[in-house]
């Protein structure tokens, strides 16, 4: 999603830069696991390391799906890598849509883009659910069920994307960067530290994370009321609901 | 600037704060603070009210409070995968069942632990036996002309279970396995709808345990064929064990026990045996566990030992049924 | 006459102070419940079940019941002030109520749905006493055929609701019936969409989810530059506290055909009750003379589902009462209190435990009673929280938010989640898509796909099912004219329709 907020950001007076956000929008999910395995190198997290996904989405999206799309004509059915059905399935299609972009009009470019990146995400959803087993005789398989819904939302963004080609209508609102960063590093903050730390420090720390979104805060009072409102959930979520929660930091309760 | 100083200032205010509410650590024999028992299914179900009425008995004798975690998940095997990493001090416990610690094999290919390996087995807690359950109106009388029906339908029939990896499943799976056909399964999202559908006439039979099924059978909204068990149950004294009506090889009890995570110190482990065990000879705990339908193990199956060789035993049993199957 | 037996009977039970008291905590939990976003019933629930041992069976129930549809009189308070639906059955409350809020009338709104669920509360209890026994068919006559086909209206009902575009409702729609596949196949166990991440293993929890589009994306959006004008404007602007005279003239008809629609609906186990909500404000928009008031603040967008939210959850008690079996996923843990205590429900409950049930019956009525003598003065109170700045309010309910969904599995991914949530829900605020169709389809889309595959194993691969059982066959008659009723007009207006939306 976030790669998406960058070409959404701008308003656009030509085609140019809604084109170029699709373009990376089609590569969004290679970039994605790259950033993803440059963790493996430290040790975090499991997956490819950062040079064996660069190499199989590269080799992938310039050699394997071409190969594979003329390898089609010629009757070769071999099983294909998921790299290369996500370049084939995902990419692709999302690259062709993003030189049509550069040669048409867009009347509501709110549409135009909204239909695109739902687009995306279900060409995802196909990607992803190409590998489970189908129908198998008069049973539905794993993955009949998303292979038709996924399809069905292919039709259904393509035709909110010709709404904004042919109606007149909104262009792309603002984004601001502020809220979103902060709100989501509250977020983030709290989900990594309730394990290690508690209640009591995740929730006061996450707070005042969270108020710096506001350029309105007044950081006296904010941190006032955390604090009292810490004390109030240290109070209602494990006494009075009886919710199991860490309240202090493990380190501290050796 | 200003408000990461802000920010820096107002983490440390908390953290000196905090240092006011830490007691100092105490030096003591096990078990020093509460134990957290994991529970690998929702609250309520037969699994979590085994748990709860044995470790209330064991927290008495053990002089601190147990503390169940209910954490569901993928049959159970998200909280077994998250008990195998716990600290093996004994303060963090599973009650494990015959889904998590042997069925698992077979049905998750990429298990995050194995029932064998990963644990230190405490003790048996209880079986819960497993019947033949059919809508009121099949045609089959007893278990021999439902062998015979089931055999020669087998395209028509329909057996209800509530979820792949589920006991119903799974024990049905064992059923089928032992006829050798291989019916429709018609999935269910827990015990509850699958029975729904039973008493409605939606599916033909399930296997289920005993608990949800003693007060339909009783009302006549459905019929028990047999129970899987070697003896008679009390709670169900009309149901005849596979054993009588003519089908010995199906055996199957959703058993429950207690594991600790690998590691943990022999003495901890005697301890905690002998607490379960002293809970399992207690007159009330027994009586509950009754009036649940559930077997309470003989004393030479409550040792650590048998309960190895039990899940050795169960593990062999449901890969041989259950590989084939997927 | 037996009834009356019976109903006196039960008043005796709940009527003793032990029970009064017992009930008086669950509909205050309940309430507390249902207020704080995130903290669903089923996990409070599950976590008060051990406090229960301790306490008679009775008493315990009593207590459980009284969360569970406490929690539906204080899930509209969210709704309704922060638009954040902490169940599946108030997403449609905070379509017209947040509107409401927004517009100075929070009040009204929350009178109404307190009253509204009060009345739908007395008389969905009368129904359970009369003709829960009877009724108890219905819900057994419903097999996977039956359920597919009431998905499948389920999912026209939001399209319905959705008050901008049809087609961005339907790709909502189905953009919630693809996250809801996340998970385990029900049928085979195999992993969906998943990509090797554990906590994905069981699926998107609705919770996750509903905070992320509708919470964590509200407070982003109204963090952007520009917005706090229109924040102001919310605060200053609060006129009365109560419904005004013609707030309960244009109400009362919504709440009876709500009332009716939850009662019915409630019955079904599995997204009977979500359908209520839905199938009530469909409702109220059809035969309303002016549609396009809904989901600009329409006090009956607000009464006819919360009434039927209520009706249903007292109605959904029906199959536990008289079957034994347990409909959802709170009413599961009610029965594993009860089996804790000795107690295994099954058809002879009524006759076995008089007590129990005939008390927990009348309790309900006594629990009502109590809810609304507690929710309407809370009015003031929550109205007033309205006034705290929101510099202060936005960073507490991202906390409670955040220890809310943490506290559903005890899962840290989930709070990441729901924060990505939170972004794809500012992002699709801005390409003006509704989140309301996307949570129906999350919540519908595993029933529908489980019961469809159901009926085709049972049938054989025969679609034809669908058709030849009545019960099915009506109800997806009904889904075809609703949809025609919805397309036809919009198909013919397109153009005016895409005018009036670049007002807003």
């Known amino acids: 999603m976030a790669d998406t907020m960058g070409h959404s950001a701008t308003a656009t007076r030509n085609n140019t830069s809604v084109a170029l956000g699709i373009f990376v929008l089609a590569l969004a999910p290679q970039i994605f696991e790259l950033i993803w395995s440059l963790g493996t190198i430290f040790g975090w997290g499991t997956g490819r390391g950062p040079v064996a996904a660069l190499i199989g989405h590269a080799s992938a999206l310039f050699a394997g799906a071409p190969g594979a799309v003329f390898g089609s004509f010629g009757g070769g059915a071999k099983k294909l890598s998921s790299d290369v059905l996500l370049a084939l399935m995902y990419s692709y299609p999302l690259f062709a849509v993003a030189i049509l972009t550069l040669f048409m009009t867009i009347k509501s470019a709110q549409d135009y883009v909204g239909g695109i990146v739902l687009m995306a995400l279900a060409l995802f959803a196909l990607w992803a659910s190409s590998d489970l087993q189908g129908m198998r005789g008069f049973s539905f398989g794993a993955g009949t069920a998303p292979r038709m819904f996924g399809g069905l939302m292919v039709a259904l963004s393509a035709g909110i994307a010709l709404t904004g080609l042919l109606y007149d209508g909104p262009s792309l609102q603002h984004y601001s960067w502020r809220g979103p960063l902060f709100v989501m590093a509250s977020i983030v903050f709290f989900a990594l530290a309730i394990r290690p730390l508690g209640l009591i420090v995740s929730a006061f720390a996450s707070f005042l994370i969270a108020a710096t979104g506001s350029h309105e805060t007044r950081w006296v009072e904010a941190i006032i009321v955390g604090a009292c409102l810490t004390a109030g959930c240290a109070v209602l979520f494990p006494y009075i609901l009886g919710l199991p929660m860490p309240m202090l930091p493990r380190f501290l309760m050796q | 600037m200003n408000t990461i100083r802000m920010?820096?200032?107002?983490?440390?205010?908390?953290?000196?704060?905090?240092c006011a509410f830490v007691a100092p650590a105490q030096a003591q024999t096990y078990p020093t603070r509460s134990i957290t028992m994991i529970v690998p299914f929702a609250a309520g179900g037969p699994t979590d009210v085994i748990s709860r009425i044995v470790t209330g008995h064991m927290a008495q004798t053990l002089g601190q409070s147990i503390i169940i975690e209910n954490v569901v998940g993928a049959g159970g095997t998200t909280a077994t995968s998250r008990a195998a990493r716990a600290a093996n001090d004994g303060h963090t416990l599973i009650t494990g069942h015959m889904g998590t610690h042997a069925a698992s094999v077979p049905l998750y290919p990429k298990l995050a632990y194995h029932p064998e390996k990963d644990f230190e087995p405490i003790a048996l807690l209880a079986g819960t036996p497993i019947l033949i359950l059919?809508?009121?109106?099949?045609?089959?009388?007893?278990?021999?002309?439902?062998?015979?029906?089931?055999?020669?339908?087998?395209?028509?029939?329909?057996?209800?279970?509530?979820?792949?990896?589920?006991v119903s499943h799974v024990s049905c799976e064992l059923l089928h396995s032992i006829l050798d056909i291989k019916p429709v399964g018609v999935p269910f999202n827990g015990t509850g709808p699958a029975m729904n559908a039973l008493v409605g006439g939606q599916v033909d039979y399930m296997c289920d345990q005993i608990v949800n099924a003693v007060p339909q059978i009783n009302a006549g909204t459905i019929k028990a064929y047999a129970i899987a068990t070697p003896a008679r149950n009390p709670s169900l004294p009309n149901v005849p064990t596979t054993t009588e009506a003519g089908l010995p090889a199906f055996q199957a009890q959703a058993w429950n026990a207690i594991f600790a995570?690998?590691?943990?110190?022999?003495?901890?482990?005697?301890?905690?045996?002998?607490?379960?065990?002293?809970?399992?000879?207690?007159?009330?705990?027994?009586?509950?566990?009754?009036?649940?339908?559930?077997?309470?193990?003989?004393?030479?199956?409550?040792?650590?030992?048998?309960?190895?060789?039990?899940?050795?035993?169960?593990?062999?049993?449901?890969?041989?049924?259950?590989?084939?199957?997927? | 006459m037996d009834l009356f037996a019976n109903l006196a009977h039960g008043f005796a039970v709940a009527l003793s102070p032990i029970n009064l008291l017992m009930c008086l905590i669950g509909a205050l939990v309940g309430t507390l419940v249902g207020v704080l976003p995130g903290i669903g019933t089923i996990a409070t629930v599950a976590m008060l079940l051990p406090i229960t041992f301790g306490l008679p069976p009775v008493g315990a129930l009593i207590m459980l019941a009284g969360i569970y549809y406490g929690a539906q009189y204080g899930g509209s308070t969210t709704s309704i002030l922060v638009n954040i639906p902490g169940e599946a059955t108030s997403v449609v409350t905070a379509i017209d109520g947040h509107q409401m809020a927004?517009?100075?009338?929070?009040?009204?709104?929350?009178?109404?749905?307190?009253?509204?669920?009060?009345?739908?509360?007395?008389?969905?209890?009368?129904?359970?006493?009369?003709?829960?026994?009877?009724?108890?068919?219905?819900?057994?006559?419903?097999?996977?055929?039956?359920?597919?086909?009431?998905?499948?209206?389920?999912?026209?009902?939001?399209?319905?609701?959705?008050?901008?575009?049809?087609?961005?409702?339907?790709?909502?729609?189905?953009?919630?019936?693809?996250?809801?596949?996340?998970?385990?196949?029900?049928?085979?166990?195999?992993?969906?969409?998943?990509?090797?991440?554990?906590?994905?293993?069981?699926?998107?929890?609705?919770?996750?989810?509903?905070?992320?589009?509708?919470?964590?994306?509200?407070?982003?959006?109204?963090?952007?530059?520009?917005?706090?004008?229109?924040?102001?404007?919310?605060?200053?602007?609060?006129?009365?506290?109560?419904?005004?005279?013609?707030?309960?003239?244009?109400?009362?008809?919504?709440?009876?055909?709500?009332?009716?629609?939850?009662?019915?609906?409630?019955?079904?186990?599995?997204?009977?009750?979500?359908?209520?909500?839905?199938?009530?404000?469909?409702?109220?928009?059809?035969?309303?003379?002016?549609?396009?008031?809904?989901?600009?603040?329409?006090?009956?967008?607000?009464?006819?589902?919360?009434?039927?939210?209520?009706?249903?959850?007292?109605?959904?008690?029906?199959?536990?009462?008289?079957?034994?079996?347990?409909?959802?996923?709170?009413?599961?843990?009610?029965?594993?209190?009860?089996?804790?205590?000795?107690?295994?429900?099954?058809?002879?409950?009524?006759?076995?435990?008089?007590?129990?049930?005939?008390g927990m019956i009348a309790s309900m009525w006594i629990g009502n009673l109590m809810l609304i003598i507690i929710n309407l003065p809370l009015v003031g109170i929550w109205v007033r929280l309205l006034r705290v700045p929101y510099r202060l309010m936005f960073p507490s309910i991202v906390i409670f938010c955040a220890i809310g969904i943490y506290s559903v599995n005890n899962a840290p991914v989930d709070v990441i989640l729901a924060g990505v949530f939170g972004l794809v829900g500012y992002w699709l605020i801005k390409h003006d898509f509704e989140p309301a169709p996307l949570l129906l389809g999350m919540v519908l889309g595993p029933l529908m796909e489980e019961n469809l595959r159901r009926a085709l194993l049972i049938s054989r691969g025969d679609w034809s099912v669908f058709l030849t059982r009545p019960l099915s066959a009506v109800l997806l008659a009904l889904a075809a004219g609703l949809l025609i009723l919805t397309v036809l007009p919009v198909l013919r207006a397109k153009r005016e329709e895409v005018f009036t939306e670049s007002e807003n």
């Open chain 3, 102 to 358: 927004k517009q100075g009338r929070a009040g009204p709104a929350l009178a109404i749905a307190a009253i509204g669920s009060f009345f739908a509360g007395c008389v969905a209890t009368i129904l359970i006493a009369v003709l829960g026994a009877p009724l108890t068919k219905l819900a057994l006559a419903f097999g996977p055929a039956e359920y597919f086909s009431l998905m499948v209206l389920g999912l026209i009902f939001a399209v319905v609701l959705a008050k901008g575009s049809v087609l961005k409702a339907i790709a909502m729609i189905v953009f919630g019936l693809l996250l809801s596949m996340v998970g385990s196949d029900i049928e085979t166990g195999a992993s969906r969409m998943a990509f090797n991440i554990p906590e994905l293993a069981d699926g998107l929890g609705f919770a996750t989810v509903a905070m992320g589009v509708f919470g964590f994306a509200e407070i982003i959006r109204n963090l952007d530059a520009g917005a706090e004008m229109n924040r102001d404007l919310v605060q200053q602007k609060i006129t009365g506290l109560m419904p005004t005279k013609k707030d309960l003239i244009d109400s009362t008809p919504a709440i009876l055909r709500g009332t009716v629609l939850g009662s019915i609906l409630g019955i079904l186990p599995g997204g009977g009750a979500v359908i209520a909500s839905f199938a009530a404000y469909t409702l109220e928009k059809k035969i309303a003379k002016d549609p396009r008031r809904f989901g600009r603040g329409a006090i009956e967008g607000v009464a006819a589902p919360e009434s039927a939210n209520n009706a249903a959850a007292q109605t959904s008690f029906i199959p536990l009462l008289t079957l034994g079996i347990p409909p959802n996923a709170v009413m599961a843990l009610m029965v594993g209190a009860m089996t804790i205590h000795g107690i295994v429900p099954g058809p002879q409950v009524m006759q076995k435990q008089p007590d129990l049930v005939w």
């Open chain 2, 7 to 18: 920010l820096a200032g107002a983490c440390v205010a908390a953290a000196a704060s905090l």
């Open chain 2, 134 to 166: 059919a809508r009121k109106d099949f045609p089959p009388k007893d278990l021999k002309e439902f062998v015979a029906y089931v055999k020669a339908n087998a395209e028509k029939v329909n057996a209800a279970h509530a979820g792949v990896g589920s």
């Open chain 2, 261 to 326: 995570p690998k590691g943990t110190s022999p003495a901890i482990l005697a301890t905690l045996n002998a607490a379960a065990v002293k809970a399992l000879d207690d007159e009330n705990v027994k009586k509950r566990l009754l009036d649940l339908g559930s077997v309470i193990p003989a004393p030479a199956e409550r040792t650590p030992e048998a309960l190895a060789a039990l899940v050795k035993a169960e593990v062999a049993k449901w890969s041989a049924v259950l590989k084939p199957a997927t």
